[in-house]
């Protein structure tokens, strides 16, 4: 009877202590995530300030009144929807070249055995540590002998021609599929690309949308690319068009806040309803190597 009540007792506290354990991690996590989302609502509540609510002291973080007039103005300010359009264009086409170079790379170097694979693999993983200032001068060059430049070719082209990265994160995905499938494929008679398409593909629909997901934040935030290559404002993207709040004499700050918000939604909601998916993509994608 004392042993069972001893039993009692340490489980009672070993739960109690369990309990404590994850009172404190959730606490830690909640505090993580207020500190994280302070930029987001500074971002949110200037953009329905006054002008003379942006830059007082101490700082107002409940703006009142609440100028919602902001946002159709900063819409307005700039040609917005012609910009959205070319945004999205690159935006897609990026994805799109992207997911077919990247897997088909990917897939012949984990999958298909030829002379130098590892080799090649090694060189490609390589280029991760040459930084993209070192290139920008000579791929700008030779966009400009091609003829490219003002065009959106070489902000989307280039999606087409791989990335290291991903074809690393889809290598290794793809490495943990059993070969058994494949063979099993190849005794039925299908060629590599039609294991490539019909077996890989459908299975790896978690990395694939990593993949698409990252690439689709890189282009709709690129601000660097379209500086260099895009003339016409015809053909500007957000990025670009928020700098046009900006001037030499003065800034619109609580438009060019209202227009950001605008522009950080769409990422924001495109994540939350692919955060499983991504956050599973991330995950098997480090199991083999």
Known sequence: MASQTQTTGWQKRKRRKETLKQLV??????????????????????????????????????????????????LNYI???????????????????????????????????????????????????????????????????????????????????????FIFLLRQFFM??????????????CSELGLYWRLLLPLAKPALATVALFTFMGAWNDFMGPLIYLNDETKYTLSQGLQQFVSQHGAEWSML??????????IIVLFFFTQRTFIQGITLTGIKG
């Open 25 to 74: 991690a959730h606490l830690a996590l909640a505090g993580c995530g207020i500190f994280f989302f302070l930029p987001f609502y500074w971002l949110v509540s200037t953009s329905l300030k006054t002008d003379t609510q942006v830059f007082a002291q101490p700082p107002v973080w409940i703006p009142h009144p609440l100028v919602w007039e902001n946002y159709p103005k900063a």
């Open 79 to 165: 040609p917005f929807l012609n910009y959205l359009k070319n945004t999205l264009f690159i935006c897609i086409v990026s994805v799109a070249g992207t997911l077919l170079s990247c897997s088909l790379v990917a897939y012949s170097l984990s999958r298909i055995r030829w002379p130098g694979r590892d080799i090649v693999f090694i060189v490609l993983i390589a280029t991760l540590m040459l930084p993209g200032q070192v290139t920008m001068i000579p791929v700008f060059s030779i966009f400009k002998w091609l003829g490219w430049i003002d065009t959106f070719l070489p902000l989307t082209v280039p999606a087409f021609m791989g990335n290291a990265f």
């Open 176 to 189: 943990t599929i059993p070969l058994e499938l494949s063979d099993a494929g190849r005794i039925d008679g």
């Open 257 to 266: 806040m209202a227009a950001s918000t605008v522009m950080v939604v769409p």
